[in-house]
């Protein structure tokens, strides 16, 4: 296997561990952003209107469409290395 080979191979497994990483931090994220809501949720039992703000919503939506773009491109990354 030529060095600039191995390189590229290299920086494949490297972008996927990244992607993987990152559909992990979504995760998290999610998880938080699902605390966050409840907890605002249960408070705002206490008064006239909603703590929960419009945002919080947004950003989860959000948090979903940049996972999907996550997910395509660690699909790309897999299918350049299995080309390769």
Same mark, same amino acid.
């Given at each position: 296997?030529s060095s =600039?080979?191995g390189? @590229?191979?290299?920086?494949?497994?490297?972008?996927a561990e990244?992607?993987r990483s990152a559909?992990? /931090?979504v995760?998290v %994220?999610r998880? #938080?952003?699902?605390a966050a809501?409840a @907890?605002? %949720? &249960?408070? =705002? +039992?206490q /008064? +006239?209107s909603s703590?929960? $703000? $419009?945002? *919080?919503?947004? %950003?989860? &939506?959000?948090?979903e469409?940049g996972?999907? *773009?996550?997910?395509r %491109? !660690?699909?790309?990354?897999?299918d350049? +290395? !299995? #080309?390769?």
């Amino acid at each position: 296997m030529s060095s =600039s080979f191995g390189d @590229v191979k290299a920086v494949l497994a490297e972008v996927a561990e990244q992607t993987r990483s990152a559909c992990a /931090h979504v995760g998290v %994220a999610r998880e #938080r952003l699902a605390a966050a809501e409840a @907890v605002l %949720a &249960a408070l =705002s +039992d206490q /008064h +006239d209107s909603s703590l929960v $703000p $419009p945002d *919080l919503a947004r %950003a989860a &939506a959000e948090l979903e469409r940049g996972l999907g *773009l996550i997910t395509r %491109a !660690a699909v790309a990354v897999a299918d350049i +290395d !299995a #080309r390769l």
